[in-house]
């Protein structure tokens, strides 16, 4: 094949010996891999999209947050979309063979221009893939039509109808509803008793899923593989704990938390030194039904928890629309030693998934954070993977840590966070 | 999305009326196409692989030739190598769920260079969609493997071992036998009784094949085609004939094929009158068995067949390994006024589809031909289609002729002849 490699990511890795082992690993067994992986998704019902936040530390490759709402379609790079639109085709023709007209349903936030560039983005892919797809909103205020201006295009929400256990725009009914609203308030009753099919299930919304239930499933995808592959889990999960009911405003449950962030502490420390590893541990705790970013926090002593400011409480009482946090999941904080350009901002790679197909990704660069904070907030910026083929298809005759080989790894460990999701839907619905 | 548009493919194209309208008639219906087409491959076992050589007139734009083993591989850009991965993991994965061994038998020509780099692309694509490739061989005389230093990479054929049913390479039982061998010369014996998978299924060799049994279903999907979205069908397809047996050698059953290039040539010149096309129409005449570009010639008028030179006669009489033509099909000669490059050397579309997927393709460009000549020939040249998202993913902003839509146009028809090729295949089968 003919290459134009006109396009070099220009990121400084500091890579430490068990990862490149890894990356060696997961390169040598690569068919044993994919069958493996394709084994798996046998009978299964696997989310329509996901994206995977993943963050490599060198010693340890893990995934942190997997969305299946993902946004961000319009950081992915130009190259991926025919990929993307492959595999929506494959997704559907599964689903249902004789679809012609989606309905996307959108987040209510029409003032976050990135979100609607994202939905526009989305939109297009759908689009391409042959469909006729136009924009449903929830928002209670809408009566009619509202079109934005985009930077990229124009953007139209319309107003849902809904009439004999049918959902509609007007003038338009779909035979797919494809959510990407989160569902972080509950699922809308709009949706109740619809005869159409709605991807993905309303189950999978932020008001029903936990944090906690997707990594209890990837522990177990993590050992599953790790025994394939024979390599140590915790090399590529990271420990969690969850604690019992809290509330951040009224200092109710702090004891237990304290608690188990010290244990997770412990665990950690544990490991790195197994694996000689000379940084200082760390936790992030997170609302367990959290998105966007909100309701995170980095803890490097359980003494911290006791101490908290009303800030950092009140930072940490709630979540996306004001939802209230009422459970957290401690996750063992994942160093990322990526760092993007010449300010060696902080990076942490998001792989994007459709079906079981990855499709693209970029990278979420943050000049203002550390590298052992949560980077999913204000002031991030996006840098799509140059080399896009490279979560597809690694270079066996190139250095482990090389782009391509670096980003088939990180394929490789989306996939298994893809793999927790899909057991996770399909114990729920 | 981000673009980079760092390749512009530099092809001057002289576009006349009828097929700027239907570019224009394809974006604009993209859905229903779209939704046609996927309805079209509805419990159908479609061809593994197929490429097909188009021919874009300005006033019209048809397939000539379609191929279900095909080679030049090589030739696509690199570009296309994660949507050819993941259109192989689609194919296989509705194939046989368990797949994780693929034998790809190859052509016997081990002098072909450029056949080998094929095969090389071809394993590589088997290799990164997870899968362990080996490369097993007809070659009679070979006894033990075979490496072979190619350019890019270095390739190994090994002979066939047959056992119990069971077709082998030594120490190596596939799941799959792909063939990459269009068996002109028959189906070998050692595939009788083979318990394992076979795509392409056997009875689609040139052995049994012909190409007018090809285009009598592809004028019936041209037809159906042409009715969903309103055009004549002559705009994208090329009438065709075929004869009875005849003997160029023996000067057997010229008067026949006479007197059917007459009616043809006055049928094309019909349809040119209707469409003001000022062109000479002219007639193609190749074997109806034949492949790699063998027994093909170009004829202009009916005498022309009366007054062949032994030269001319002894080209038509053989194809691929000897094979001698004994029946011919006589396709109207579809103008390519596409051309690449400074020296405008005449070219052709090559559109490369896995599964229903549309991967890539290149152009067939041959400076040493005429654009009423067949351009499959010893001095062709190939450049890959620079912005290959474009068969893929059209944009309805640009004009129906800027590149991604001509593309796009390219990706429909294609499509077209690989439906009448999934028609063929399951009636044969």
Chains 1, 2 share one sequence.
């Not at 490149?20 to 084994?39: F, P, S």
């Not at 295009?153 to 338009?172: D, Q, R």
């Not at 928890?305 to 930072?315: A, G």
Request: hydrophobic share 40%; glycine share 4%; net charge neutral.
């Amino acid at each position: 094949m003919i290459s134009d490699q006109n396009i070099a990511p220009h990121l400084n890795t500091t890579l430490h010996e068990p990862l490149e082992h890894l990356e060696k690993h997961l390169l040598g067994k690569q068919a044993k891999i994919e069958y493996w992986l394709r084994n798996q998704w046998h009978n299964t019902k696997i989310p329509f999209y996901t994206s995977v936040d993943l963050r490599n530390a060198g010693f340890k490759l893990a995934p942190i947050d997997t969305n299946l709402f993902p946004a961000g379609f319009n950081n992915l790079n130009l190259a991926t979309l025919p990929l993307c639109v492959q595999a929506v085709q494959s997704a559907i023709e599964r689903l249902k063979e004789t679809a012609y007209k989606i309905l996307l349903i959108a987040e209510n936030n029409t003032r976050n221009l990135y979100y609607l560039e994202s939905l526009a983005a989305l939109q297009n892919i759908l689009q391409q893939a042959g469909y006729k797809v136009r924009i449903g909103s929830l928002l209670p205020d809408l009566h009619e039509p509202l079109t934005i201006n985009l930077q990229s295009t124009k953007l139209t929400l319309e107003p849902i109808i809904k009439k004999n256990h049918c959902i509609s725009v007007e003038g338009f009914v779909p035979c797919i509803i494809l959510l990407n609203n989160d569902l972080s308030l509950g699922s809308p009753s709009i949706f109740e008793d619809v005869y159409q099919t709605i991807i993905p299930p309303l189950s999978s919304g932020w008001a029903t899923r936990l944090k906690s239930t997707h990594f209890t499933h990837y522990h177990k995808v993590a050992q599953e593989f790790a025994e394939q592959i024979d390599i140590d889990s915790w090399l590529i999960e990271p420990l969690f704990r969850n604690c019992g009911k809290l509330n951040f405003m009224k200092n109710e449950g702090y004891e237990c938390l304290a608690d188990n962030v010290d244990a997770i502490l412990n665990n950690i420390q544990r490991k790195y030194n197994e694996y000689d590893v000379p940084h200082k541990p760390f936790v992030i705790i997170k609302a367990d039904a959290g998105s966007y970013g909100m309701g995170v926090m980095t803890v490097h002593d359980a003494d911290e928890i006791l101490s908290l400011n009303r800030k950092q409480r009140t930072r940490m009482s709630k979540t996306k629309e004001g939802k209230p946090i009422s459970q957290v999941i401690l996750q063992e904080g994942v160093y990322t030693f990526e760092t993007w350009g010449n300010d060696e901002a902080v990076a942490e790679p998001v792989i994007y998934m459709i079906d079981h197909f990855v499709v693209g990704g970029f990278y979420r660069v943050h000049t203002k954070r550390g590298i052992n904070e949560n980077l999913n907030a204000p002031g991030m910026q996006f840098e799509p993977l140059a080399c896009i083929n490279s979560c597809v298809t690694p270079d066996n005759r190139q250095a482990p840590n090389a782009y391509p080989n670096r980003f088939y790894a990180y394929g490789v460990i989306a996939r298994l966070a893809l793999l927790a999701a899909t057991r996770e839907l399909n114990c729920n619905t």
